[in-house]
């Protein structure tokens, strides 16, 4: 059972990126993915989660509006979409299987001009 997730990744503020999580090792619709992320010298803040059998989400509020999770089930990975992006953006990002508790490595994101 693994999560492999897509490289770091440096944009400029104002611009999109887009993060995949790939699934493999287990029954992928079974489970939810949730994206957790990480800043600089915070905790850890769950931002959400994708029921990958139906792609429904559902978002911690502080993230409903930048975000998008979506799911392609023919590829068993999910994805975090942030556009717009903050200099306060900048963490790594995790998804995790809902259940199983298994951890992608992470990915950094870096937001800087």
């Known amino acids: 059972v693994q999560l492999v997730q897509s490289g770091a990744e440096l944009r400029n503020p104002g611009t999109s990126v887009k993060i995949s999580c790939k699934a493999s090792g287990y029954s992928f619709t079974s489970y939810y993915i949730d994206w957790v992320r990480q800043a600089p010298g915070q905790g850890l803040e769950w931002m959400g989660r994708i029921d990958p059998e139906n792609g429904a989400t559902k978002y911690t509020q502080k993230f409903q509006d930048r975000h998008t999770f979506t799911v392609d089930t023919s590829t068993t990975t999910t994805y975090v979409e942030v556009v717009s992006l903050r200099v306060e953006d900048t963490a790594v990002y995790y998804c995790?299987?809902?259940?199983?508790?298994?951890w992608g490595r992470g990915t950094q994101v870096s937001v800087s001009s």
């Open positions: 995790v299987t809902g259940g199983l508790a298994i």
